[in-house]
């Protein structure tokens, strides 16, 4: 199994992005795809959770009603859309899957631990 993530870049306060979660090996409806960042100097938190068992997302607080998540079945892709970005949002954003994930998203099951697969991170950097 393998995960590249993109999309990430240079953008204003209150701009948008759309990072994309490529999946190869398995496919995006097996799986539970998290997203998670990590800033300078910080742990690598997530963001934001996909099960595909009941399509049911959890995010962050710091992210709730700035981001979604969906998938694209026949791309075998998970995107996260973030928008309203803010200086915090600034960190290196890597998508992971766990083949073993449970039935609804939740914030005990959006850890680190809980992921088998890391693809490598993109860069999201949000200017002051």
């Known amino acids: 199994v393998q995960l590249q993530a993109s999309g990430g870049g240079l953008v204003q306060p209150g701009g948008s992005l759309r990072l994309a979660c490529v999946v190869s090996?398995?496919?995006?409806?097996?799986?539970?795809i998290g997203w998670f960042r990590q800033a300078p100097g910080k742990e690598r938190e997530g963001v934001s959770c996909?099960?595909?068992?009941?399509?049911?997302?959890y995010a962050v607080d710091s992210v709730k009603g700035r981001s979604t998540v969906s998938s694209d079945n026949a791309k075998n892709t998970v995107y996260l859309q973030m928008n309203n970005l803010k200086p915090e949002d600034t960190a290196v954003y890597y998508c992971?899957?766990?083949?073993?994930?449970?039935?609804?998203?939740?914030?005990?099951?959006?850890?680190?631990?809980?992921?088998?697969?890391w693809g490598e991170g993109t860069l999201v950097t949000v200017l002051q």
């Open positions: 090996g398995i496919s995006v409806r097996e799986v539970g």
């Open positions: 996909f099960s595909s068992r009941d399509t049911s997302t």
């Open positions: 992971a899957a766990d083949e073993g994930h449970p039935l609804r998203a939740s914030h005990r099951w959006c850890t680190r631990l809980s992921m088998d697969h």
